[in-house]
């Protein structure tokens, strides 16, 4: 028995590291930061495994600084197809001197074979296209056969840009994201997924293993994805070489700048979370208490100086977001995360990384603001969504993208709740005025989510969108009213279900829109492909309206009457008589309701219509929506109040939710109070304008 | 005589002529009520007779108004037009009610009846609305040359920051400065409509000439006095802000609260204006009694 017990034990230790050693991806990269030349010197050795059943000919790397080369790369392209100006994204203008490359100086074989001649640029989304070089196909001596492995070995360097995409340099501060010649992702059967580098495109990899080498100045701060294991300092050089380890990623940045300081704490999952929290998430997950449970987490925080005082406020945010992602997704699987307050001007803020990424906040920011706890919340988030359930951010950005902000939404809804309009004047926070105006994520992200309906579907390639403002809203807000709507149809505690398990089954995978639709059909147990093929694969709006509500009191009938063996007449005097005579009048009442938008439910969904009598009493109808319009009619001895289609607001994506009700009587107060606001300002600026006179 | 007694004078006139201030702000109303017209009209028919209206009582319904974003975005360019167009022909219109108001605070007599009220907006229209004509062109020298060029100088300062707070000081300077620039155009306009309604002068070019040569000796004497007067409608705004944050809003008696403090607040506004022209013309009638004492 204790053999067996120590057996085990050590299976129970010995199991992981397997587990680790079988990452089909290797790196180990040496990185050198000249500040003076804004250049990195690096060498990378790639270990390749084929474990598809194919024969794979060529070998394709994403070099995603050279859409930063020039103009006429594909992102520089579709950035200035869409601002003219040359300015995108708030990022700064390129100008001379902060451009940014990669050149792989040689790529060559482990066994000394050189394929530097065998490079060559590629562009898959636009075959043509010859001068993009953001994808490269390396072809191959021989075709590389299931289960063996390709060592690889490149020389190369890049010139850092002067920030753009959330990667460079202002100052002595630099984010380094994307940096390194970096294979695509190869499917079975379908060759490389190695997509150009798009504006509105993020990224796509394989899970691997890295071991990374920076060496910077010796003044420098250094940030990174992974653990450090080593630093060593060359006192003549005047250099440190930091050593960072990690497995099962696929993404690698790094963030160097003198000013940062580093703070260190620790999430102490016993601390954060009761027992009766873990109860309640298991119970609700269904799952043994053991599998809901938290580890520890190393918390690593680099803050410029300026914004010393917000640190507990920036601990907070990712204690919050360890804990309920934790709780709801997973476990957070690394043993520490570093949390980046971004060099100023380097504008790589709010971007996420694997085990490290950015906020962002201003010196003055407004207490009453959830601001930055939702970019906190949001980019570790993505640590879940994209990092760990690692979908294609080209092809389906919203699995990533939608799924995140939904899932911040609910995060900050249960740790903050509602949060202040900042209203920022010269850059102080106005909250003391406006601090009455709050709002939630899922409010702004439905308001901003409806404009984009008719643009572009939730579903489609990220350089496919009509702008790049289709794009952020249809795969942020637009999916994550459609996921809060999704929610809604299903159940708070279906839906945290369908989560748990598409996370928990697609974890160190890459899941696709299909993935998802079948965790929501299983869990749920019902068929929903009609509410993801009208809102996520069409440009349907869903709006239902109540058009009409009225009631009439149903007198005596005029007219010829046949009687007993005579023909009966009804005047309108005898009519008026009866009607006086009579006490309890009855109404007949008819509410109408249209559909005006082109989205449906699909079968067995009903939307529900609720009538409110003068009396108190309501009658609730159902209708499958599938007319124009349709009617309800009634006799009753009161008058209808209201009528109200979807009074639980099951529908968010209902791109107006004013016309879901329509009462008798007309309410103007809240017309006037805000009728009132908007004359007063006007007021104001006439008189401001009267200064001129 | 000190600005601050210069100020407190200026005060004491513009309270007893407070009926100036009282028919600005009736006429400020009434106008932005035709104005808002037709958006109040959309917003009625929008939320009038839907659950959105009684959420938007008690408080910002974000939901509504993306409903009414979303529905009526197409006709947004109307809209800004409407309030374009209602922003210019308010500006003619006082072009038109500053010869009143300054032709009021020059009478003798403590109260003034609205038939002299618009006598005197009649009598001053044409020399005001030449003035106006000719301060266009000194307002687009300032924003288009001044301002930029005072950009560009701190800009350079801004662009070679390399932390958060001297970045946002220059940009609150540049506000700053920009504020300032307008002040002092708008002061040495409001001190030629002063000397043209008392000396009754009908030459608009020679007046702003002379103002020119009175204002040039005694620029920072006149424009602190001037700044002194805009601390009052600062001070008026604060204590506005600060009364407006605390009352409960989500009650219909509540609302008109609401609306009569507002309005309250705009007629303030109208007083400051009152207040500005009465700051000037005391210290127009002080170098005058000097100069007639010496």
Redesign the interface.
């Known amino acids: 028995m204790k053999k067996l017990l120590i057996f085990l034990v050590f299976l129970a230790l010995v199991l992981p590291i397997a587990a680790q050693v079988a990452d089909p991806i290797q790196y180990e990269i040496w990185v050198s930061l000249d500040p003076a030349q804004k250049m990195l010197q690096g060498r990378e050795t790639i270990s390749w495994t084929n474990t598809s059943r194919d024969a794979i000919p060529d070998f394709w790397f994403h070099l995603y600084w050279n859409a930063f080369k020039n103009e006429k790369s594909t992102l520089m392209t579709e950035a200035l197809r869409d601002e003219p100006s040359g300015t995108f994204h708030g990022d700064t203008v390129v100008k001379d001197g902060g451009w940014g490359w990669i050149d792989v100086e040689k790529i060559g074989l482990a066994d000394g074979t050189d394929l530097t001649a065998a490079m060559e640029f590629m562009t898959p989304d636009e075959p043509g296209n010859r001068d993009d070089q953001t994808v490269m196909r390396v072809t191959l001596p021989k075709p590389l056969l299931p289960g063996e492995t390709l060592k690889l070995e490149l020389n190369f360097k890049a010139k850092v840009p002067r920030t753009i995409r959330r990667s460079g340099y202002y100052?002595?501060g630099y984010f380094i994201g994307q940096w390194f010649p970096k294979p695509g992702v190869y499917q079975e059967g379908k060759g490389w997924n190695c997509h150009q580098y798009h504006l509105n495109s993020e990224f796509f990899a394989d899970f691997a293993r890295f071991k990374v080498h920076i060496t910077v100045p010796a003044a420098y701060v250094v940030g990174s994805a992974g653990k450090e294991t080593a630093r060593r300092s060359d006192s003549g050089r005047k250099t440190s070489t930091y050593t960072y380890e990690q497995d099962r990623i696929h993404d690698f940045a790094w963030t160097a700048d003198p000013d940062y300081i580093k703070i260190e704490r620790d999430f102490v999952a016993a601390a954060e979370v009761s027992p009766a929290e873990y109860r309640e998430v298991a119970g609700t997950l269904r799952l043994p208490l053991e599998a809901v449970k938290l580890p520890d987490v190393k918390m690593i925080l680099l803050i410029?100086?300026?914004h010393r005082s917000q640190v507990d406020r920036h601990f907070k945010a990712l204690r919050m977001a360890l804990k309920y992602y934790g709780l709801w997704y997973g476990p957070y699987p690394y043993a520490q995360v570093t949390l980046v307050d971004p060099p100023?001007?380097s504008g790589s803020g709010g971007m996420e990384y694997q085990t490290i990424f950015t906020a962002g906040t201003?010196?003055?920011p407004s207490p009453q603001a959830n601001h930055p706890e939702t970019v906190i919340v949001h980019e570790f988030g993505h640590g879940y969504w994209y990092g760990l359930s690692a979908s294609n951010e080209f092809e389906e950005a919203w699995l990533d993208e939608g799924i995140n902000t939904y899932s911040t939404g609910k995060v900050i809804a249960k740790a903050y709740g509602a949060g202040a309009i900042p209203l920022p004047l010269?850059?102080i926070p106005l909250t003391?005025?406006s601090?009455?105006?709050?709002?939630t994520d899922l409010?702004?992200d439905?308001?901003?989510g409806?404009?984009a309906v008719r643009y572009d579907p939730v579903v489609n390639a990220s350089w496919k969108f009509y702008d790049s403002m289709s794009y952020a809203l249809n795969v942020y807000m637009r999916a994550g009213t459609c996921m809060n709507t999704l929610e809604n149809l299903i159940g708070k505690e279906a839906m945290l279900r369908v989560m748990r398990t598409f996370h928990d089954r697609f974890r160190f995978k890459h899941p696709a829109s299909a993935d998802f639709i079948a965790t929501v059909n299983e869990v749920s147990g019902r068929d929903l492909n009609w509410f993801f093929d009208e809102l996520f694969f069409s440009t349907r709006e869903w709006d239902y309206a109540v058009d009409s509500v009225n009631s009439h009191e149903i007198k005596t009938s005029r007219g010829i009457f046949d009687g007993k063996g005579k023909k009966d007449e009804v005047t309108t005097r005898a009519a008026r008589e009866l009607d006086r005579k009579n006490k309890k009048p009855v109404y007949r009442s008819l509410v109408r309701i249209r559909r005006l938008g082109d989205a449906r439910p699909g079968p067995g969904v009903l939307l529900k219509i609720i009538t409110a009598f003068e009396d108190g009493s309501q009658k609730i109808n159902y209708w499958d929506g599938q007319g124009s319009w349709t009617e309800f009619a009634c006799t009753g001895p009161s008058k209808i109040t209201?009528a109200?289609i979807d009074p639980d607001h099951v529908f968010l994506v209902d791109?107006?939710?004013?016309?879901?009700?329509?009462?008798?009587k007309?309410?103007?107060?809240?017309?006037?109070?805000?009728?009132?606001?908007?004359?007063?300002w006007?007021?104001?600026?006439?008189?401001f304008?009267?200064?001129?006179? | 005589m000190g600005n601050f007694k210069i100020v407190f004078k200026a005060m004491v006139l513009s309270l007893q002529k407070r009926r100036l201030a009282v028919r600005l702000w009736a006429v400020?109303?009434i106008?932005?009520?035709f104005?808002?017209g037709p958006?109040?009209f959309l917003?009625?028919k929008?939320?009038?007779?839907?659950?959105?209206?009684?959420?938007?009582?008690q408080?910002?319904?974000?939901?509504?108004?993306?409903?009414?974003?979303?529905?009526y975005?197409n006709i947004a360019p109307a809209l800004t037009g409407l309030?374009v167009l209602?922003?210019i022909l308010?500006?003619?219109l006082?072009?038109f009610l500053?010869g009143g108001v300054i032709g009021a605070l020059n009478r003798p007599e403590a109260k003034t009846s609205l038939a002299d009220f618009f006598h005197d907006c009649g009598l001053y229209f044409w020399r005001?609305f030449r003035l106006?004509l000719l301060?266009i062109p000194v307002?687009l020298i300032f924003l288009a040359i001044f301002f930029p060029l005072l950009r560009v100088s701190l800009g350079i300062i801004s662009r070679r920051?390399?932390?958060?707070?001297p970045?946002?000081i220059v940009?609150?300077l540049h506000?700053l400065a920009l504020v300032l620039l307008?002040t002092v155009v708008?002061m040495f306009f409001d001190y030629v409509k002063i000397g043209l309604v008392t000396c009754g002068s009908n030459r608009v070019l020679k007046e702003t000439w002379l103002t020119l040569k009175f204002i040039g000796r005694r620029f920072f004497k006149a424009w602190s006095l001037y700044l002194l007067a805009g601390l009052v409608f600062v001070a008026l705004t604060f204590f506005y802000?600060e009364i407006?944050?605390i009352l409960p809003?989500n009650r219909?008696l509540l609302?008109l609260l609401?609306?009569l403090w507002?309005?309250a607040?705009?007629l303030c506004?109208?007083w400051s204006?009152v207040l500005f022209f009465a700051t000037e013309l005391e210290f127009v009638r002080q170098y005058e009694k000097t100069a007639k004492s010496t």
């Open positions: 100052h002595n410029n100086p300026e100023f001007r201003q010196v003055l010269f850059g003391r005025y601090g009455s105006l709050k709002y409010e702004l439905r308001v901003a409806i404009q209201y109200q791109s107006d939710l004013s016309n879901n009700s329509y009462t008798v007309a309410n103007m107060a809240g017309t006037l109070r805000w009728t009132g606001k908007l004359l007063f006007i007021q104001n600026l006439l008189q304008v009267s200064t001129l006179s | 400020n109303l106008f932005t009520f104005a808002l958006i109040f917003m009625m929008h939320m009038s007779h839907s659950f959105s209206g009684e959420r938007a009582l408080r910002l319904d974000i939901f509504w108004l993306g409903d009414f974003v979303y529905r975005m309030i209602a922003a308010y500006l003619l006082s072009v500053n005001f106006f301060s307002y920051a390399t932390t958060e707070w970045a946002l940009s609150n506000m307008l708008a802000l407006a944050r809003k219909p609302v609401v609306f507002q309005q607040y705009i506004r109208q204006k």
